[in-house]
């Protein structure tokens, strides 16, 4: 295709546009002009370190390409990365962010206070913010030794969060879980052997599912999302469920609320507009409402509506308010990631992650001034959101969900563009967007610009009473996933048009069955999920094949039963290849993934290690399915992972 930058499995040159090189040209000088500062760090090993609140893209100008040996597919109960690497745990579930001491207990007595200072449960989307690092006669670079790393707490296992599970059910025990929830942030430092936790650090901080948060943009303040506790929708307590991320170019995190709905209990009839996002007379069995009345959706009809949204969160400065910027919409919020128009316009894309739900896209009205604080705090709330649709003929188009327009009009329930947002998805139906497949992580080539969704698998695709194939979702119950990519009309993220093209159709030809086989070049993989771009144009693949498929003892593993434990793979975008680096735990999910500055650190995240295929892990047998990573309870972890040689992870 040669509409697109790559040419992936259908053609392994790299085909590169005219715009391509010089673009390409320019980085190669820049970077040559920061070269020798780079250089002088080293050398001189006596850098200032300082927090940085305006990280920029670092370019690079090492050979694309992929040099490790493959990892094999395997259902183990251990963490594997190719020989020649290493991966060490950074900081578990219930380690201490800072210097308080409160030590995480296998018996999993510690308190809803001791959780409010430690290390959350089940770590999802994540970055690393680098401390700015100068040299004595050098420019300022971003740090590949000390830095904060953000993540996201997504959900919580109550099973193992407590001592005896949800056996007894307190107060004390929904406030625990609830501090378990939302984002985390430590400081890092390599001392040039071993990556550690600052402790103390200024910087440490847990955003829970009870901190204060600010809300902006045009849904603040609106009718429906105003509540008893709250008349005026303006302030929030906590973030939820927590699922992947973006980062700004101003130096703040997105963190990004995903399955809110399951929170939420409403026994009495629930409204459409409840039901439209999922909710239901128990949720999914946190049983927050039977102590924390917000939950209860039956009386507080509007706090569901307070949720679903993409936070903003700076992480150098530890006394600020997180804000729900809601002009980016109100869905199931995989995650948020931001790109900049050749103009400098803010752009951001994001997926709604249940099946046969859509893919969006904001673009600010103003433009991004490196720099300029003041005038970058705003971008998020002023701006355009668009939802996507994927034509036949390969093109496709960004449709405005602007009030007044396309039929978002009070006749159809929008009283205002406030209304527009809260119903983000029922704005999405009328318009006649493009169904997905579970969209879920979305990467931008940070050379051709091109973007990639991983839409992780949608076995209902096709079946009685289910929407059916499209050119866009070609497979019907399509249990292994795919992954599809787009060119924005003239490389403008901010266009109203694009082409797209199926980037690679996951599955395993040994099933012997052409609609599972898939078209992968390389290792097998399904369920793709986390998605990112290293600075040399990787593509790195985090899968999040369900527990109910794999890791289960006795079970045959169905149309999984090659590919093993969840894992991550890189893709090579000169040879076309996908190669396993790396396979979790059982019952894990991998998830989360960023590099320091210089490629040479890699930190991923483990997911629910040991996670069964029912709902909860029993209090009395925790590790029934694995005691990843220090035997006992199983624990969601950070990892950090090392070339031996001190080289670039993935060479
Ligand atoms: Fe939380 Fe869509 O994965
Ligand atoms: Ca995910
Ligand atoms: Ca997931």
Known sequence: MSTFHDDGMSNHSNNMSFHDVLELNQKRRELLKGGVAAATATVVGVPLLTARSNVEAQTFTST??????????????????????????????????SDNLKFFRYDATNSAEDQEQQWGMHNDGMHFFPFEERALLGRPVPSSRRGLLVSNHEYTDDGILHEDGQRTWTPAKVRKSQAAHGVGIVE?????????????SVYARRITGYTPMAVSGPAKGHRLLRTAADPAGERIL?????????????????????????????????????????????????????HDERFNAALHPNEPNRFGWVVEIDPFD????????????????????????????????????????????????????????????????????????????????????????????????????????????????????????????????????????TLTNNDRRGNTGQPAVDAANPRGQNVFGHIIRWAEDGQNATARRFRWQLFVQCGDPALGNPARAGNINGDKFGSPDGLWFDDRGILWVQTDISTSIVSRPGNERGDYRNIGNNQMLAYDPISGEFRRFMTGPRGCEITGVISTPDLRTMFVNIQHPGEPASERLTPENPTAIS????????????VVIRKLDGGIIGT
């Open 318 to 453: 530890p006394t600020s308010t997180p804000i729900k910027r809601t002009a980016l919409g109100r869905i199931k919020h995989e995650g948020a990631w931001v790109t900049l128009s050749p103009d400098n316009r803010v752009v951001v894309y994001m997926g709604d992650d249940e099946r046969f739900e859509y893919i969006y896209k904001y673009v600010s009205r103003g433009f991004f001034k490196p720099g300029d604080r003041n005038n970058n705090r705003s971008l998020l709330d002023d701006g355009t959101l668009y939802v996507a649709r994927f034509d036949e003929n390969l093109s496709g188009e960004w449709i405005p969900l602007v009030w007044g327009q396309n039929g978002l009009t009070p006749e159809n329930g929008f009283a205002d563009q406030g209304e527009v947002l809260v119903k983000t998805r029922q704005a999405a139906d009328v318009v006649g967007a493009t169904k997905m497949d579970r969209p879920e992580w979305i990467a931008v080539n940070p050379q051709t610009k091109d973007v990639y969704c």
């Open 238 to 290: 906590g973030t939820i469920n927590n699922c992947a991320h973006g980062y700004t170019p101003w130096g703040t995190y997105l963190t990004c609320e995903e399955n809110f709905n399951g929170y939420f209990a409403n026994g009495a009839t629930i409204p459409a507009d409840q039901r439209r996002y999922g909710i239901s007379a128990t949720g999914f069995g946190y049983r927050w409402h039977e």
């Open 627 to 638: 005691s990843w990573p220090f035997g006992g309870r199983p624990r969601s972890a950070t």
């Open 188 to 200: 890092l430092l390599y001392d040039g052997s071993t990556w550690r936790v600052v402790r103390p």
């Open 64 to 97: 694309p390409g992929i040099g490790f040996k493959p990892v094999p597919a395997t259902d183990a109960d251990t963490l594997v990365v190719p020989e020649g690497y290493r991966a060490d745990v950074l900081i578990a579930w219930g380690d201490p962010i």
